[in-house]
């Protein structure tokens, strides 16, 4: 009877413990689901959604988007777009840990897109035009003097006006020299040439490569695009010609060695595709 008794004591004590925390447990209000992460990469994707926020600077216009992928930065050539007007940026080029010098404010991810799509918004009003003021600063302007390949110079600050219709990176190569640089050393090091032979096989992956900058295009999307030549690769596929993009100025016909992250089928938009291209390089002398 006694063990009985303490049985039953046990059960009632456990249930009077028991019943309050599953009454708050049922009380507790769920959380929220979490929005949408943005994606690592969002290249090549149309982005859709209401303008968060928005600024313009040194011709660009910066939109944060609350896209299906989640709340987007995204620059575009600038253009007259209001918050909470529901914009269609077009596809374009995803860049990480991206600084903007003149809003002092550097981005985790930013899409560089080409503009807006020319269709009716909320409210029936077409997406503006993106301006490119005289001086060639917007975004058309600037992927169009990477398109002006050898005949354009060095790749300077030639008005909107000067370049033309765009021709793409095919356009942007630069024609082989003769030139003959030794190639790099240390581990991962390759020359022009095998990073167009091994290029499928190297993406993803750090290289050195050591040539001579035959051309700078300065400040297109925020980066320094050279072309450098090492007097290897096929001239008639194009593979001669080498674009590395970095934060880095070594000047034109200085001899280099770069160090970064090669991409195989890099497609950037706007008849941008590449190959092979290294990326964020560090730039030795």
């Given at each position: 009877?006694?063990?009985?008794?303490?049985?039953?004591?046990?059960?009632?004590?456990?249930?009077?413990?028991?019943?309050?925390?599953?009454?708050?447990?049922?009380?507790?209000?769920?959380?929220?689901?979490?929005?949408?992460?943005?994606?690592?990469?969002l290249?090549?994707?149309?982005?859709?959604?209401?303008?968060?926020?928005?600024?313009?600077?040194?011709?660009?216009?910066y939109?944060?988007?609350?896209?299906?992928?989640?709340?987007?930065?995204?620059?575009?050539?600038?253009?007259?777009?209001?918050?909470?007007?529901?914009v269609?940026?077009?596809?374009?080029?995803?860049?990480?840990?991206?600084?903007?010098?003149?809003?002092?404010?550097?981005?985790?991810?930013?899409?560089?897109?080409?503009?807006?799509e020319?269709?009716?918004?909320?409210?029936?009003?077409?997406?503006?035009?993106?301006k490119?003021?005289?001086?060639?600063?917007?975004?058309?302007?600037?992927?169009?003097?990477?398109?002006?390949?050898?005949?354009?110079?060095?790749?300077?600050?030639?008005?909107?006006?000067?370049?033309?219709?765009?021709?793409?990176s095919?356009?942007?190569?630069?024609?082989?020299?003769?030139?003959?640089?030794?190639?790099?050393?240390?581990?991962?090091?390759?020359?022009?040439?095998?990073?167009?032979?091994?290029?499928?096989?190297?993406?993803?992956?750090?290289?050195?490569?050591?040539?001579?900058?035959?051309?700078?295009?300065?400040?297109?999307?925020?980066?320094?695009?050279?072309?450098?030549?090492?007097?290897?690769?096929?001239?008639?596929?194009?593979?001669?010609?080498?674009?590395?993009?970095?934060?880095?100025?070594?000047?034109?016909?200085?001899?280099?060695?770069?160090?970064?992250?090669?991409?195989?089928?890099?497609?950037?938009?706007?008849?941008?595709?590449?190959?092979?291209?290294?990326?964020?390089?560090?730039?030795?002398?």
């Amino acid at each position: 009877m006694f063990a009985l008794r303490k049985v039953l004591v046990s059960t009632a004590l456990s249930l009077t413990l028991i019943a309050p925390a599953a009454a708050l447990a049922e009380e507790k209000p769920a959380s929220p689901s979490a929005p949408p992460a943005a994606s690592s990469s969002l290249d090549g994707v149309a982005l859709q959604g209401k303008v968060l926020e928005t600024m313009n600077s040194n011709g660009y216009t910066y939109l944060q988007v609350d896209a299906a992928q989640g709340k987007i930065w995204v620059a575009i050539p600038e253009t007259s777009v209001k918050t909470g007007q529901t914009v269609n940026c077009k596809p374009g080029m995803t860049m990480h840990n991206f600084t903007s010098k003149t809003l002092n404010r550097s981005f985790e991810a930013i899409v560089f897109s080409p503009g807006l799509e020319k269709e009716a918004q909320e409210g029936g009003q077409p997406a503006a035009d993106a301006k490119t003021d005289a001086k060639g600063t917007g975004f058309d302007a600037a992927l169009q003097a990477e398109g002006r390949g050898a005949q354009g110079g060095q790749g300077g600050d030639a008005g909107a006006g000067d370049l033309g219709p765009s021709t793409g990176s095919a356009g942007a190569v630069v024609p082989s020299a003769h030139v003959n640089v030794n190639k790099a050393t240390g581990p991962n090091s390759f020359s022009v040439g095998e990073c167009f032979e091994q290029g499928k096989e190297l993406h993803g992956k750090t290289v050195r490569v050591r040539g001579k900058v035959m051309k700078i295009s300065r400040m297109i999307m925020g980066k320094n695009w050279l072309h450098i030549q090492d007097g290897t690769g096929n001239p008639l596929k194009n593979q001669h010609d080498l674009v590395v993009t970095t934060m880095e100025d070594p000047g034109e016909d200085s001899v280099v060695t770069v160090e970064g992250t090669l991409a195989s089928e890099r497609d950037f938009g706007a008849g941008y595709k590449y190959d092979v291209i290294i990326e964020d390089a560090k730039v030795e002398k």
